[in-house]
């Protein structure tokens, strides 16, 4: 009897490539006390509004988060013992400026510390500046929503760069400027909770200004590659007038900040996680989408990603995939889901796409934002109930594997 024997081929990846993962400050280190995130967190409003939801505060208090504060070099560690040559960290401007023009040299100094561990386990150090949270006497004058408050950020930049660039290989201005902007001042669901289109729309724009200020001083004084994080889905057309209504969701979510922040970008830093099904009535139910989900209900879509690459060809720059990940708390689809999108990343180099890392996101398990502690993202699981035990998932194995070859077997 004739068995069909599948090919396993072995894709390789370029000379150099960077594998890793990325993380960031608020959501893995605890204890900032000074940011907006800390004081909505233990709002009487946010509070409320999760109890009127059934859920307990709890679960939806950062509190220690997972101690990487002080665990960074533990983290750094079983980075380096699952192959990886790269790491994504953000720096907290709350910690290190938590008074309006009062910088505090110890927390330079920790951080100083934090990329230098980082460095001494052999990984390539990507930073960012911005991370969604900001520290409460900015956003008391306004935050992102006032044009004159960018020069606070740019200034801030400056300080830290200065200070910690000898061990950081690229900065990371603002992560996801688009989710912020949306999450923050449109649909209500981060602080400071607002529901307003122009307000979304100034911000938006306040955070191209601040990115383009502070990358050019980067650009010129540190002389280091420099970027965003730009949050980038695939939107694809769905039923009548599809194209049309794909393509303008496409404009306004993907290239919109892209277009006016290019030039004072040195590379892309892609964050992938969504596909949609865009109508002239808006994006199609994912029901009906017949895609497998994460933890979170977000679909699972790795051809996405190959488009999406693809795409940023036009610009002629370098590409960084700087989060790919998904909520499994089972750790059942986090390999294969890991393997599906670096296959499609293939593609994208093969198409002339210059990619030249994957950054995985997480890590570890953190503090998830208005979810929580639910969500699941690690390739190390953080055991909440035994002192923040670090314990490496299956899948992370199998991602080594990738990470020690530099070549994916499909």
Sequence with gaps: MHHEIKSIK?????HGF????????????????????????NSIKRHNELISKGLNPKDF????ACDSYNRYDEDFSLAEHLGHNAIRIGIEWSRIEPREGGFVGKELEHYEKVLQSAKAHGLTTFVTLHHFSNPLWFMKKGGFTREQNVQNFVRFVEIATRRLSENVDFW???NEPEIYSTASYLIG???????????????????????????????????????????????QPWGFFGDFAASITHYFANEYILKRT?????????????HHHVGILGLRKKSHSKHDVTDLGWSIHPEGLERVLVNLKKYHKPIYVTENGLADHRDKKREKFIKEHLYYLHNAIMKGADVR?????????????????????????IDRDDLLRRKVRYSATKFAEICRNNYLEY
């Design 262 to 274: 290019i030039n004072q970008c040195d590379f892309i830093g892609v964050n992938y996680y969504n």
């Design 61 to 64: 208090f950062s509190g220690i």
């Design 357 to 381: 890392g994957y950054l995985h996101w997480s890590l570890i398990d953190n503090f998830e934002w208005s979810d929580g502690y639910g969500p699941r993202f690690g390739l190390i699981e």
């Design 172 to 174: 990371i201005t603002i």
């Design 10 to 14: 072995k894709l390789k990846f370029p």
């Design 18 to 41: 960077l594998w890793g993962t990325a993380t960031s400050a608020y959501q893995t280190e605890g204890n900032n006390t000074n940011s907006d995130w800390w004081a909505w967190e």
């Design 189 to 235: 669901k981060y602080p400071p909770q607002e529901k307003s289109l122009w307000v979304a729309f100034k911000v938006v724009n306040n955070l191209i200004k601040a990115h383009n200020l502070a990358a050019n001083f980067i650009r010129h004084n540190i002389r280091k590659p420099v970027s965003m994080a730009f949050h980038l889905s695939d939107f």
